[in-house]
């Protein structure tokens, strides 16, 4: 039952992916968010954002914190990765591949960041938590 509910998560998180690398995953209120949309302070932004998310994700997986401090950066994580895939669909949707658009390497490495950080989160959460406080595998 478990490994369903992973393959479940998983294969909804590629499924997420592959909107995010199209920018298929956008939604009527992602439009108004990004009506004023330019590449300046989308770098500034984007690069800001990652920042703060890889903070979160490090005290999200530390094992020197406390499990309620951990929980929140958990779930702030999952608040920045979710903003900052809004970012990332906004720049994927302009991208015209048939006139030879391209993303840069950079702009995949942080579609893939994010998605990998938030696939980490999201499946250490589905999985059965122990009384004690360790994630050794």
């Not at 490495?109 to 938590?129: Q, T």
Request: glycine share 6%; hydrophobic share 40%.
């Amino acid at each position: 039952m478990k490994m369903n509910r992973l393959r479940t998560l998983a294969a909804g998180f590629l499924f997420a992916g592959a909107a995010a690398l199209t920018g298929a995953g956008m939604c009527a209120d992602d439009q108004e968010h990004f009506k004023f949309y330019d590449e300046s302070s989308y770098t500034a932004t984007v690069t800001k954002e990652m920042n703060e998310m890889e903070a979160l994700y490090k005290t999200a997986i530390s094992k020197d914190v406390s499990q309620g401090k951990a929980e929140q950066a958990r779930q702030d994580m999952v608040r920045k990765a979710r903003h900052l895939l809004r970012h990332l669909n906004e720049r994927n949707s302009h991208i015209n591949i048939k006139e030879g658009g391209q993303l840069t390497s950079t702009e995949v490495l942080l579609n893939f960041r994010v998605m990998g950080r938030l696939l980490d989160i999201l499946v250490s959460d589905a999985l059965p938590h122990e009384d004690e406080w360790s994630y050794a595998w």
